[in-house]
């Protein structure tokens, strides 16, 4: 009787119940379809990481800064931060002699090593000496050894590995604090 003074009948009051549960039953199958297509989508991901990680043997060799996004910073081999920012000018040679030295750039710089912008092709091992252009000439070089190397458009990048640590105010004037 309550429900004819209202105005509803009892059909509209168990189709509200009807339609809350019916939302709340489609709410929870979308969640879950939701979470099985994503962890699907995570393991094929990963199954590729890992096939890709196998094949790792070419990447290695020839370093690029894409690898650690590429394959995951779990791929990654940096030890310390790398640092970008203003390119400092410097000197390269091959013996540590200014008149045998060519002009190049530090691109980025880490406390192990430099990424150098240089205009000839220096292959993988090979051991190079560099200085900053604005230091003084009693300032001693840093011997680094050529790691990676790839060709730009008109100069080449060298990834290069300090072979024993620098002073302080060595790495101070290459840019790493």
């Not at 509209?12 to 879950?32: H, K, L, Q």
């Not at 379809?33 to 991901?45: D, M, Q, S, T």
């Amino acid at each position: 009787m309550l429900l004819l003074r209202s105005g509803r009948s009892v059909w509209e009051e168990g189709f509200i119940d009807w339609a809350i549960g019916m939302a709340i039953i489609v709410g929870v199958v979308v969640a879950i379809v939701a979470f099985l297509f994503g962890w699907i989508l995570i393991n094929r991901r990963r199954a590729r990481l890992r096939e890709l990680a196998t094949q790792a043997g070419e990447w290695k060799q020839v370093a690029s800064p894409e690898d650690a996004f590429r394959y995951g910073m779990g791929m990654a081999r940096r030890k310390s931060v790398r640092l970008s920012g203003n390119q400092i000018p410097v000197h390269v040679s091959p013996d540590g002699t200014v008149e045998s030295a060519w002009e190049g750039w530090i691109i980025d710089r880490s406390q192990g090593g430099l990424r150098l912008r240089v205009p000839e092709s220096i292959p993988v091992g090979v051991v190079l000496r560099v200085r900053c252009l604005n230091v003084s000439k009693t300032s001693p070089w840093v011997e680094v050894q050529v790691k990676n190397f790839r060709e730009k458009q008109d100069y080449w990048e060298l990834g290069c590995q300090f072979l024993a640590d620098p002073p302080n105010d060595v790495l101070r004037s290459f840019g790493v604090k």
